[in-house]
């Protein structure tokens, strides 16, 4: 069965700024990734749970106790913009 | 004489306590060999000079003092570019985090530093641990020290490369769909992924959080051991991580195979596999056979759905774990004039090369509304089947093998604009990534273009133990003794 996808609508998803040749590629190679994909909805599932972790785990748990942190200045002098000892962004709203 | 960077860790660590060599002599063998072979092979994104150089130091100088931190003090060890490494640059092979320098370390790279290992620097990857040849690095693909015009496969192919040449004693990888167990194969060395949570995967940069796991490359199967012994065990950092007493694996490597149960699996034996590499795994079988073991044929049938069931699963998860690199808190920032949306979107654009775009594009889709239950709802159900077939299979065999790899190592550019002939690389490994459990692959022959090939061995979850008792065995009945020709050259040997 072949698989139709909004490309646009996912890279817009993905926040990826993408053209439209790329957006055309990408769409193509997914379609075909996904036709092969596909193949999982034959199987009869009917009744099976799914696994979402590979080992039966429930929550780990710790006391909830101050320990070391990191001093502010090894990831804030890794940032691209930086102000006051916070992170720096362009403007949030549009035009 | 053989040249030290030649030596088996188990070897190294004789010789620096009977004052044979020092870890300074070792390193310098490593860095020796690194600065004859990188040229053609590019293993290495970062060679650690300094640091490794007062890791050495440090060694030595505990050993003079009588101190000793176990097997690893004084072994130089190689690192794959996603664990991080504070104050070492650590990219993941992507653009986006160019330059970045990790504050913290990995807990598996804290823990070798506090075993006094020499840390000789990042290995080359596909981004973000996507690929199967290493060649989706943004900085320039690592090449096949059997041939220089082969992949080394992926994605922790500068690891398994390090090992091969010489220019590491050991390395460690991440192992998500095979990115340990298929650069292993293609390059002649034993790799192995433990059980899913036995390593902490805290300072790991994450590609699929539920199939991830880091795990060691080395020339034997006892350094293996040794390397895995030095990072297993439970992490209260990672909430994935077992949490129970880890017993130590060397007993099991000397007590042969009578009466163990192996089980050659029918679909990963049958088409798609060169018959070359077939033939290899059927010699060894045939040979675990004649040492006592009990050898019968089994079925996964779920196994041939496991590859399109982790082509939804994986890219789902990366997905969401690569939101993070959006340009703000570290990473690659776009120039480009507008809002933080555009900014981010542009980033992530400009950063990101195109196997990763292609994934989370695919995982976004897959977890999109009116998408979600269709493929990735039911990706995780064919994950239960797949389980349940190891679980039926364990009641009659104590492990499965199985070639690692369908075929040994293809030439450069073959697969790389073919993403889903890449994708079937991996096919004989991602079964042991979705069920969690332990798997290892083991040098076992050349094809006719005497390229390696690798035999895959997999036991249920914790079941490392028997693992390396069948691998020990294949490893002293085979006696593999072939080696990379750039490790082997004139040039390279004294």
């Known amino acids: 069965m072949p698989v139709d996808i909004d490309i646009a609508k996912v890279a817009k998803l993905a926040r990826i700024a993408l053209t439209d040749d790329e957006l055309d590629?990408?769409?193509?190679?997914?379609?075909?990734?996904?036709?092969?994909?596909?193949?999982?909805?034959?199987?009869?599932?009917e009744g099976i749970e799914p696994t979402s972790h590979p080992m039966p785990m429930v929550n780990g748990f710790r006391r909830d106790e101050v320990g070391e942190c990191l001093d502010p200045d090894s990831f804030l002098s890794q940032a691209p913009d930086t102000r006051d000892g916070q992170f720096r962004v362009p403007r949030i709203l549009g035009e | 004489m053989t040249d030290l960077a030649d030596l088996t860790i188990a070897r190294a660590a004789s010789g620096l306590r009977t004052g044979e060599f020092t870890a300074a002599d070792l390193l310098e063998a490593v860095m020796r060999r690194?600065?004859?072979t990188e040229a053609q092979l590019h293993a290495y994104l970062t060679l650690d000079h300094e640091g490794a150089a007062t890791a050495a130091e440090e060694a030595d100088r505990a050993f003079a003092a009588g101190q000793d931190h176990g097997l690893l003090q004084g072994i130089p060890i190689a690192l794959k570019d996603n664990m991080c490494t504070r104050g070492v640059e650590t990219t993941a092979s992507s653009k986006i985090l160019s330059g970045w320098v990790p504050p913290y370390d990995a807990t598996a790279v804290a823990r070798l530093r506090a075993a006094g290992a020499v840390i000789t620097g990042k290995t080359n990857m596909d981004e973000f641990a996507m690929g199967s040849s290493t060649e989706n690095s943004a900085f320039g693909e690592t090449r096949n020290p059997w041939d220089t015009d082969r992949v080394p496969g992926g994605s922790s192919g500068g690891s398994a490369v390090a090992v091969a040449a010489g220019s590491a004693f050991g390395a460690f990888g991440s192992d998500t769909g095979g990115s340990i167990r298929q650069p292993a194969a293609l390059t002649g060395v034993v790799g192995m992924k433990p059980t899913y949570g036995l390593v902490s995967r805290y300072g790991l940069i994450a590609?699929?959080?539920s199939l991830d796991q880091i795990g060691p490359f080395a020339r034997t199967v006892e350094d293996v051991v040794l390397l895995l012994e030095a990072v297993a065990g439970f992490d209260a950092l990672d909430s994935t991580s077992i949490d129970e007493p880890?017993?130590?694996?060397?007993?099991?490597?000397?007590?042969?195979?009578?009466?163990?149960?192996?089980?050659?699996?029918?679909?990963?034996?049958?088409?798609?596999?060169?018959?070359?590499?077939?033939?290899?795994?059927?010699?060894t079988v045939d040979r675990l056979a004649d040492a006592g073991a009990a050898v019968g044929e089994v079925s996964l049938p779920s196994s041939e759905h496991a590859l399109s069931a982790y082509y939804l699963i994986a890219p789902a998860e990366c997905s969401s774990n690569l939101a993070r690199f959006d340009g703000v808190r570290y990473g690659h920032r776009s120039?480009?004039?507008?809002?933080?949306?555009?900014?981010?979107?542009?980033?992530?654009?400009?950063?990101?090369?195109?196997?990763?775009?292609?994934?989370?594009?695919?995982?976004?889709?897959?977890?999109?509304?009116?998408?979600?239950?269709?493929?990735?709802?039911q990706a995780q159900k064919v994950r239960t089947l797949v389980r349940r077939d190891f679980e039926e299979a364990y009641a009659d065999y104590d492990v499965l093998v199985s070639p690692t790899s369908p075929t040994t190592a293809f030439p450069v550019g073959e697969r790389?604009?073919?993403?889903?002939?890449?994708?079937?690389?991996?096919?004989?490994?991602?079964?042991?990534?979705?069920?969690?459990?332990?798997?290892?692959?083991?040098?076992?022959?050349?094809?006719?273009?005497?390229?390696?090939v690798g035999?895959?061995?997999?036991?249920?979850?914790?079941?490392?133990?028997?693992?390396?008792?069948?691998?020990?065995?294949?490893?002293?009945?085979?006696?593999?003794q072939d080696r990379a020709r750039l490790a082997t050259s004139d040039e390279v040997k004294p």
């Open chain 1, 25 to 45: 590629q990408y769409g193509h190679q997914l379609e075909d990734i996904l036709e092969h994909a596909e193949r999982v909805q034959a199987l009869p599932t």
């Open chain 2, 207 to 209: 590609f699929a959080s």
């Open chain 2, 416 to 452: 790389a604009q073919d993403p889903l002939a890449m994708y079937l690389s991996d096919v004989c490994t991602i079964p042991s990534n979705l069920s969690g459990d332990p798997s290892i692959s083991v040098p076992v022959g050349v094809d006719a273009d005497g390229l390696p």
């Open chain 2, 455 to 480: 035999f895959q061995i997999m036991a249920p979850a914790l079941g490392e133990q028997v693992l390396f008792q069948v691998a020990a065995e294949v490893e002293r009945l085979v006696d593999f």
């Open chain 2, 34 to 36: 690194a600065t004859m």
């Open chain 2, 335 to 377: 120039s480009i004039e507008g809002t933080t949306e555009d900014m981010m979107s542009h980033s992530r654009a400009e950063g990101f090369g195109p196997e990763v775009i292609r994934r989370i594009l695919l995982g976004t889709y897959a977890l999109s509304a009116g998408y979600y239950d269709a493929f990735y709802g």
């Open chain 2, 246 to 283: 880890t017993p130590g694996f060397g007993d099991a490597l000397r007590t042969g195979v009578e009466g163990v149960r192996v089980g050659v699996v029918t679909e990963l034996m049958g088409e798609g596999i060169d018959p070359e590499v077939r033939a290899a795994v059927q010699a």
